[in-house]
Every structure is written in C-alpha cells, then in structure tokens.
C-alpha cells in the first residue's frame, strides 16, 4: 500500500470512529435549508395607464383619424347688421388630425433546464411572464405619457453668470454645454436634443463657480449639462429637471449621474448601453426624436402640427393650442391661501380659453410634497384636532393638500393627481371632460390600439454553443396603438418648476 493511500486510510476510519464515538454535534452538518418563497421587490404603479381609456379600432390603418371644428371665435363677424341687411356668415374651421399607431412590447424567456432546476421551488416560466407583464405595465405608463417621434427645439445657447465664491475654479475659461430630454428619454435614455453652448472666462480666484440657464424648452423634462475645456471634447456634468445649473469644479472625465429624489428614476441606460453617459451633439438631433414612439399625452400638448394634423417640432407648424408657461426654477408660492403660479398661469388662462376648468392637477411627488408644505406650513393653513375614542385630543402631524380651489372656474375643486411617471419640475393640468356644445367627445385622451396587450409565443430555434440558445419558452407581450388627445386646447403644462 502506498503512503498516500494509507494516509487517506487511516484518515478515513479516524473520523468513521470519531463520529461513532462522539455522537452527532451543531458541526457535524445536518443543515436544512431556510429558503422562503421567491420574493419580488418591482413597484409597479401605473395611474395614467389606469386612467387612459383604451379602445379597439374598428380598422386598419397606419393613423388613428379624427376631425375636430376649431375654435374661430375671435374671428367671427359682428353678428349686427342693421335693417335690411343680410347676417354676416360664420366662419368655420375644420382640421384634421392624425396620432400614428406604433409597437409597444417588452419579450421574456426561460429554458428548459432553469425549469427543472427549478422544480419544487418555483416555475421560471410564470415568474418571468409576470415580471414581464409589470415592466410592460410601467413601460405602458412612462410612453403614455412622455413618448415623443419628434424632435425638441435646440434650446438657446446658455447664459452664464459667475461667482467668485462656491467653487475650486481657478482662472480658466469653461464653455457649457446643455440639451433637453423628453419624457421618453429621461426613463429609457433613448436620447437628447440638438445640443447648444457657451463660454466663461474666469480671469482671476481659486474658488469661482457659474450658474448656467437656457430658455426653456417645450416639451422637455429634464436638460443635460456638459463641460468642456475647449468647445470641442465635452464631458457630462449632470441632469436637471428645471432649466439651470450651478458648477463648482473643472472636470476632465464624466462626472456620475445624478441619483435621489431630485431626479427619481432617471435611467442608467444611455441610447441602449447600460451605464453609459449622457453625449452632446451640437450639430444635429441626438435622439429626441424617436421614431419607434407613438406620440404620448405631452407631445400632444408640446408639438405644433401640420397640414395634415401630426404632431412636428415646436416653431414648425400651427401652434399648439394648449396653455405653456415655465418658472424657470422658481419655486412655487403661496397667495391670497391658493398657489399662486398655479392659479395664475393654469387656472386663469384656461379658463380665458375653454371657460372650464381642468379634471385634475398631474404632478410629481415632489411637487404634491411642496405644495402640501407650502400651504399647511403657513400660518393660515386650516387645522383640525379630533378627539379619540377615549376623549382624549390626539394631533396627527403630517398633511396634504388634496384639492385646490379654482377661483377664476368660480370656485371648482381640483384633485392633486401624484404620477409616477411625470418627472419632478413639471405639473399639467389635465381636461377628461369639455363643455363644449356638440362636442361628440366621449374620451377625450385614449390609447386607440389596433391590438391591446396579448402574449405571443415564438418558436424554439435550436443556437448551438450559445447559452440560453437550446431548449426554452421564449414571448413577448406587446401592443400596438396610438395616444389620441382631442382637446388639447383644454390642457396646460407648468414646467421648470424649482
């Protein structure tokens, strides 16, 4: 017998005898497994795919189509005429428009041996047809709202002002740089718009910084800022929600996206690259215009349209009929016990337009948030104390502010609406029902699809030396439709909101 061999020997018998010996003790290692049941952590609100009605076509077509009779009021004749005279004729307006139907789809698989390996603990196959329905309901929520197949407008170039304290800026020159992000881009990085800049020259101090803003631009719900040394190799800075940001530091390399609740689930996905930064493209559109979107509830209330009804490009075509106003980071402030921007560049215009008021006010979390402190942290701010069960009077600290009285509207309440998917800085007023004599609207914004959410199975397709090419269940659950807004004249946007 060979040394080694008699080692394992004795080895071998030695711990045989030691167990039946000593008994069986915590080391000896007759564990179970404490394995609970698959858990999964995906919020999955969606309150304007909740809302949206959603309708089947009755036909085939690239363009869902509607005609409206457009408001021409203000051009009407003076309907006196005098003895004798004919009336003068109504002018009428008709004008057609047209949403483009689009593909909307997220797809899943599992393979055969993920199965099996599986069994007893959990099925691959309903774990990732469920996980995927959630990312296509939150997909559904995110284009509904802020899909866009336009382009935005090139903002201005940026105005800079300087600060020779708040920095580690020396004596340099900085050019800045800034494009605009719609809806669609700000959760699935699918691009920016045309990229603008301007330069600084600091000509003395170690401690400067700058503060750079840009018009705002319509449509847009987040800009990228971006620094460069020369004008020529551009560097990320970060992303706003409103139309400014503050630099402290020269930098030489992509700074790291911004996280938190000043810009809550913006994406980490750049043109289709996880973790790729945000680029500039001063020359052209850098994917603001995404072809594959539909166009969602805001470009529908930032888009022009043409001569035959599509939305283009702001400063193209007729205008959008819809209420725009920016704050241009300002805060919102309270007056007379109402917010004032809302009533006043919401409220009152709307009601000069359409003499109605909105359904509901959509806004970000943080925004219901600063409303909500806004109105309750004044000192004429309503409060009650209720008494317990006991008799005893108990505060609760804490509110919201859940309606707000339109006073231009004589007195309407409108619902505070929190939407997952409209980021911070941007409030709209929404319209679901008009008063318009005749109106024939019985929705006013729809999801008009040619085929609502179905599953579709592919066929397995044997990919050799590939993982996941061999046996496996592979879908997709997709629709395809077109966001229709009918009256986006009795709509309005609040944006750059600080």
Not at 75 to 103: C, L, T
Not at 124 to 131: E, G, N, R, S
Not at 171 to 190: E, L
């Amino acid at each position: 017998m060979s040394a080694a061999l008699e080692n394992v020997t004795e080895e071998t018998l030695a711990n045989i005898a030691k167990a039946q010996t000593t008994g069986i003790l915590e080391n000896t290692g007759f564990y179970s497994y404490d394995l609970s049941g698959l858990v999964s952590l995906i919020p999955v609100v969606t309150p304007f795919r909740d809302l949206v009605s959603r309708v089947k076509s009755k036909d085939g077509n690239p363009y869902a189509v509607w005609r409206a009779i457009m408001d021409t009021t203000a051009s009407q004749p003076d309907p006196s005429m005098g003895w004798d005279y004919a009336a003068n004729e109504v002018i009428f307006s008709e004008q057609d428009f047209q949403a483009r139907y689009k593909p909307t789809g997220l797809a899943g698989m599992a393979t055969q041996d993920a199965f099996d390996l599986a069994t007893g603990y959990a099925d691959p196959f309903q774990v990732a047809t469920f996980q995927t329905l959630n990312q296509v309901l939150i997909g559904d929520d995110r284009k509904l709202l802020g899909a866009q197949s336009f382009a935005l407008s090139r903002p201005a170039a940026p105005t800079i002002v300087q600060s020779a304290t708040g920095g580690t800026i020396g004596a340099a020159t900085v050019y800045v740089g800034v494009a605009a992000r719609t809806g669609s881009g700000y959760y699935y990085g699918s691009g920016n718009s045309q990229g603008n800049s301007a330069s600084t020259t600091f000509a003395s101090g170690a401690a400067n910084s700058l503060t750079a803003s840009v018009g705002a631009v319509r449509g847009a719900v987040c800009y990228d800022w971006f620094q460069s040394a020369n004008g020529t190799t551009w560097y990320y800075y970060t992303t706003t929600t409103v139309n400014s940001v503050t630099m402290t530091s020269v930098i030489n390399a992509d700074r790291a996206l911004p996280s938190g609740t000043a810009v809550p689930d913006l994406t980490s996905n750049w043109k289709g690259t996880v973790g790729a930064k945000p680029t500039i493209n001063t020359a052209a559109d850098n994917g603001s215009a995404n072809a594959n979107d539909y166009d969602g509830f805001m470009a529908s209330l930032s888009g022009d349209y043409n001569g035959n009804g599509q939305w283009v490009q702001p400063g193209t075509g007729t205008a959008n009929p819809s209420i725009f106003k920016s704050l241009d980071g300002a805060a919102l402030t309270l007056a007379g016990g109402s917010v004032q921007e809302i009533e006043n560049a919401l409220f009152l215009p709307l009601w000069n337009q359409i003499k109605s008021s909105p359904t509901a006010l959509m806004m970000n979390a943080a925004q219901a948030q600063e409303i909500a402190n806004l109105v309750l942290g004044s000192t004429s701010a309503t409060t009650f104390l209720n008494t317990d069960a006991s008799g005893r009077i108990s505060a609760t600290a804490g509110g919201r502010v859940g309606e707000i009285v339109n006073a231009p509207a004589g007195g309407v309440t409108v619902p505070i609406e929190v939407h997952t998917s409209l980021p911070p800085g941007t409030i709209i007023a929404r319209t679901d029902r008009v008063p318009f004599p005749n109106a024939n609207i019985s929705n006013v914004l729809e999801y008009r699809n040619l085929r609502d959410c179905a599953q579709f199975d592919y066929g397995i397709s044997r990919v050799a030396n590939t993982a996941g090419g061999g046996p496996r269940r592979e879908f997709e659950i997709r629709s395809v439709g077109a966001f229709v807004n009918r009256a986006p004249v009795a709509m309005g946007v609040l944006s750059n909101v600080g």
